[in-house]
């Protein structure tokens, strides 16, 4: 069964949210939707893949259809959503599909074209409810690296590698595959950096963070690493705290329903207006308000504040901060409309990646960098347990044990959502407690 093997190889989703993909592979759904779109700016391992692993990217969509198909008794329709941009994914893999079932829906080159409810809706014409997930609308959307990787499970290999963009202020940028548990320390050396004083971007620009901490690992849903310069415009920007955010806003916040308009969510027909919750925070009132709540809807994406906003705040970081009151106060969301309306305007609104790469002050870092496939050298790695949505893993294995690539070292506790870890080198375990474990090679 299919949910089995995802589940013994410890696959969760490598798009960045980390569902266990074994319960994914477990609803059948009608419509499949595989997400090619890769629209954070400077990112391009999953291009990268869709032109050099195509066919092991389709063996993993087309096994998921065949275990759905057996329990659905009906052929499920495969969608592979690919950026316009993309021109030589999409001839790989239109001309590697010809003939069968599966179809390209070419993207248009926009931020966020890879959000799964914007896919969804492009695929499927149908709109995920207030608060929902894509199954709602009999939806499933699965990113190109982890149907590889399940095409790797079927064959037998685990997760213990994924395909990383690294860039930014570097001599060296390249798309590359780097054992799982890899410390910045080992990668960003090699990398050359440009400049002294830097920062690492971990994941994309808009939905990424920043840290300077080299001791930081690789996990299994990093897509990518930047070097930036830390005097960087966007560095800056993205490590304003969050007390100077909530006073900026309360000083020039001109309610000028910007950030409204741009948001992906109420284009949809959700009712998440941003510049309402604004104004709402900005004259502090209750939490408990159909106003405030409706933050609990932003899925983060940053189109308000690193586009829309005139005066450059950040309603994203306000609302993840109201997010985490709402949630310390009990009080859960109350908008569950099933029935939204796409706003006439969302065919205009889209965010075109080059204009917003330029506004980010990045586009001296949209390139697009040569793989490399000479190894790391990596000498230890620290697999973190907690890299998927649910209960953190248990370690099964004790300081002092020699493992082998590929050996399973954690489980899931019982009856929990979870997922599994495999050694990502062969080594000695030097250490393990609840958060991590640490290899050291031999
Ligand atoms: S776009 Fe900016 S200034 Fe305008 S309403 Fe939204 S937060 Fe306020
Ligand atoms: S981050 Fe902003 S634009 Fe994105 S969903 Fe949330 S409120 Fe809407």
């Known amino acids: 069964m299919l949910p089995d093997v995802a589940r013994d190889a410890g696959i969760i989703g490598a798009g960045g949210a980390g569902f266990p993909t074994h319960v994914k592979v477990g609803t059948p759904v009608e419509n499949i939707i595989v997400n090619g779109a890769e629209c954070e700016p400077l990112m391009s391992g999953d291009q990268w893949l869709m032109e050099n692993r195509a066919g092991e990217m389709l063996a993993g969509v087309s096994a998921v259809a065949c275990e759905f198909e057996a329990k659905l008794k009906k052929r499920p329709r495969v969608v592979i959503g690919i950026k316009k941009k993309y021109k030589k994914a999409i001839e790989v893999i239109g001309s590697a599909i010809s003939g069968s079932n599966m179809e390209v829906l070419e993207l248009p080159n926009i931020y966020p074209s890879g959000d799964e409810q914007f896919l969804v809706y492009e695929a499927t014409g149908k709109i995920v409810p207030e608060g929902g997930i894509p199954p709602m609308v009999n939806s499933l959307v699965m990113n190109v690296g982890t149907l590889v990787q399940l095409n790797d499970a079927l064959g037998g290999a685990p997760v213990t590698e994924r395909t990383v963009t690294l860039g930014g202020a570097v001599a060296n940028p390249c798309v590359t595959s780097l054992p799982i548990g890899t410390s910045f320390a080992e990668i960003i050396p090699q990398l050359g950096p440009l400049v002294d004083d830097y920062v690492i971007l971990v994941n994309g620009p808009m939905m990424g963070r920043i840290t300077e901490d ?5 996990t299994k849903t990093m897509g990518g690493l930047f ?3 830390k005097r960087h415009s966007h560095v800056r920007r ?4 969050i007390a100077t955010e909530i006073k900026l806003s309360k000083s020039v916040c001109e309610v000028c329903r910007y950030c409204t308009d741009f948001c992906p969510r109420f284009l949809q027909g959700h009712s998440l207006e941003p510049h309402k919750i604004m104004r709402v925070i900005n004259y502090d009132r209750d939490l408990d308000t159909k106003t405030i709540t409706s933050a609990q809807l932003c899925c983060e994406c940053g189109a308000c504040d690193l586009w829309a906003c005139p005066m450059s705040l950040s309603p994203r970081v306000i609302f993840r901060e109201f997010k985490k009151k709402l949630n310390e106060a009990g009080i859960k ?3 569950n409309n099933t029935e939204p309306k796409i706003d006439p305007q969302r065919k205009f609104r889209g965010i075109p990646t080059e204009r917003l790469t330029a506004r980010l002050g990045l586009t001296e870092y949209d390139i697009r960098p040569p793989f490399r496939d000479n190894p790391w050298n990596v000498t230890s790695v620290k697999i973190l347990l907690n890299q998927h949505v649910g209960a953190p893993s248990i370690p099964i294995v004790e300081a002092g044990e020699r493992v082998a690539k590929n050996q399973q070292i954690a489980k ?14 062969t ?3 030097t250490k393990t407690d609840s958060n991590s474990i640490t290899i050291e090679k031999q």
Do not use: C, F, Q
């Open 227 to 229: 070097v930036l310069p």
């Open 333 to 335: 969301n109350t908008h």
């Open 427 to 429: 080594g000695m375990v």
């Open 238 to 241: 993205m490590r304003r705290p």
């Open 412 to 425: 899931i506790p019982d009856k929990k959502l979870g997922a599994i870890y495999h050694a990502s080198i």
């Open 214 to 218: 080299l001791s930081e690992v690789t």
